[in-house]
């Protein structure tokens, strides 16, 4: 009889050493969560060109307003800043002055509780850069328009050729 | 009503995005005795970009030198680079960022015009 239980504990505890073995077989798939800021490019923007001395991403132009998104997953952990251009990065040589102007804004949000973002926000670079601290996790759509205008307020045509400017989208962590 | 909407664009409309991580990072002891070390992670779902510049900052946002293997990081597509930043001891109280920057092309008619930053910070 002891000979008996002895062979069913025997076999038991083997079978349960089996089951523990296929079961530390598994694949494991390994991540992590931690506060992280995602900066999205969610609309490209381009120029529009009105008229010979104005380059405008303003739709009603034919150009394009460029939407940034930054994701937080952590409240108070970041500060967006968001700049206009005032300045081409590519161009053609351009032997008189461009007044840039511009402006950016909170578009839409995850939460209604971001409303405040754009009241909230500071100025720096003489207005051409926007601060918003993100006390908020979520999504944060800013919207950056921009405006060049070639002649110092002479309105001369811009010579022909290609215009690249760049929209600065920073996630800076506090 | 929107807040659906809206989660729906925040898992799949992300076709273009840069993150750096930790968000704080710390410096560590490395195998030089006069440097520390951290090491950062960045990840590219920017398909328009595929170039990163790492830079290390106090908090004037004025450089500090420090060494890495590539200063210019190739990140392909959806893909995850690791690197790890060396900067010598008496720099290591002035270092208050470390910043990836999306390098932008210009060499072909697609030019991208939003150049992303990301800064973690130490603490």
């Not at chain 1, 996790?137 to 290609?162: E, R």
Request: one cysteine or more; hydrophobic letters at 40%; a neutral charge.
């Amino acid at each position: 009889m002891n000979k008996l239980i002895t062979l069913f504990l025997i076999v038991g505890l083997t079978g349960c050493s089996l089951f523990s073995s296929k079961a530390q077989a598994g694949t494991n798939i390994n991540g992590n969560v931690e506060s992280r800021c995602t900066v999205n490019t969610d609309t490209a923007g381009y120029y529009g060109n009105p008229n010979a001395y104005t380059l405008t991403t303003l739709p009603a132009d034919a150009g394009q307003v460029p939407l940034v998104r930054i994701d937080t997953s952590l409240a108070n952990a970041y500060k967006a800043q968001i700049s206009y251009p005032t300045s081409f990065s590519s161009s053609p040589s351009l032997g008189d002055t461009v007044v840039w102007t511009g402006a950016v804004a909170v578009d839409q949000t995850s939460s209604s509780d971001m409303s405040g973002y754009q009241a909230a926000s500071t100025t720096a670079d003489g207005g051409a850069m926007r601060i918003y601290p993100l006390s908020i996790a979520g999504a944060t759509w800013f919207s950056v328009a921009s405006v060049a205008t070639y002649g110092g307020g002479q309105q001369k045509a811009f010579p022909g050729g290609s215009y690249t400017a760049v929209v600065v989208a920073e996630c800076i962590a506090q | 009503m929107y807040r659906p909407v809206i989660l729906w664009l925040l898992l799949c409309g992300s076709v273009a995005a840069h993150d750096m991580t930790p968000t704080y990072p710390e410096w560590k002891m490395s195998f030089i005795p006069s440097a520390k070390m951290t090491t950062m992670q960045v990840f590219n779902k920017r398909a328009d970009v595929e170039w990163y510049q790492i830079g290390v900052f106090d908090k004037d946002f004025e450089s500090i030198p420090f060494v890495t293997r590539y200063k210019i990081l190739n990140v392909k597509y959806l893909s995850r680079v690791e690197f790890d930043v060396y900067i010598s001891n008496e720099n290591t109280n002035d270092a208050e960022y470390i910043c990836s920057t999306s390098k932008l092309r210009s060499y072909d008619n697609f030019k991208p015009i939003v150049e992303s930053r990301i800064c973690s910070r130490f603490k």
